[in-house]
């Protein structure tokens, strides 16, 4: 079993701060991708990083894939309170996908 | 629907009494996956189903949890002679076949043993 650990785990952060969420593994994974999950709904995908040390952003959101592609890492920009949620990180190998320990991040007003 | 299906949505249940929670995945997608999930916590995989067969089974937690596939569409998660610490909500995603493809997740089972 691939294991992908998060941290932190609990996170809570005052509305326009800045936050990174790391997720790391000991595994090599094709691809990597972050999840948000909203209270009592299924996680929705955010993005997916393909290539080493591959950094794409997503309006507030960037996101990184380690050179060795074991680890990635969330970069939250000015935090809003529509940010709140718990983070997945997923890394993928063939058809199988492995989550991450989970992140959950509260952003107060 | 358009999105993935999953029923019921909530379960409340005796302790040794078996359940089934059924997934209804999104047409045409032909992997369909099962996780378990404690409050807050990451994703625990279960099994997956390529078609109708499960070319991994091993996140099965034991001989009590089983699940089924037919016609390429809908699923079922059996869990025999539940226990408390099955308590956890079941989520259900789909997706197509690719090796970047996006999960698609329905809003989960939450299942309570007493």
């Known amino acids: 079993t691939q294991l992908l650990e998060q941290s932190p785990q609990f996170l809570s952060i005052q509305e326009g701060e800045n936050l990174t969420v790391y997720c790391n593994s000991s595994s090599v994974f094709s691809s990597l991708q972050w999840y948000r999950q909203e209270p009592g709904e299924g996680p929705v995908l955010l993005v997916t990083v393909v290539t080493g040390g591959e950094v794409k952003k997503l309006k507030r959101l960037t996101f990184q894939f380690g050179d060795a592609r074991k680890d990635s890492s969330l970069h939250i920009t000015a935090a809003q309170t529509g940010d709140t949620g718990l983070y997945l990180c997923?890394?993928?190998?063939?058809?199988?996908?492995?989550f991450g320990t989970g992140t959950s991040l509260t952003v107060i007003p | 629907g358009a999105g993935v299906s999953q029923s019921p949505s909530n379960k409340v249940t005796e302790k040794g009494k078996d359940v089934e929670l059924r997934c209804d995945p999104i047409s045409g997608h032909t992997a369909l996956y099962w996780y378990r999930q404690s409050l807050g916590q990451g994703l625990e995989f279960l099994i997956y189903f390529q078609g109708n067969s499960a070319p991994d089974k091993s996140g099965l937690p034991s001989d009590r949890f089983s699940a089924e596939r037919t016609g390429g569409s809908v699923s079922t998660l059996t869990i025999q002679r539940t226990q408390q610490e099955d308590s956890a909500v079941y989520l259900c995603a789909s997706s197509f076949n690719r090796p970047t493809g996006e999960l698609f997740f329905g809003e989960g089972s939450r299942l309570t043993v007493l």
């Open positions: 997923a890394g993928v190998t063939g058809n199988q996908f492995y």
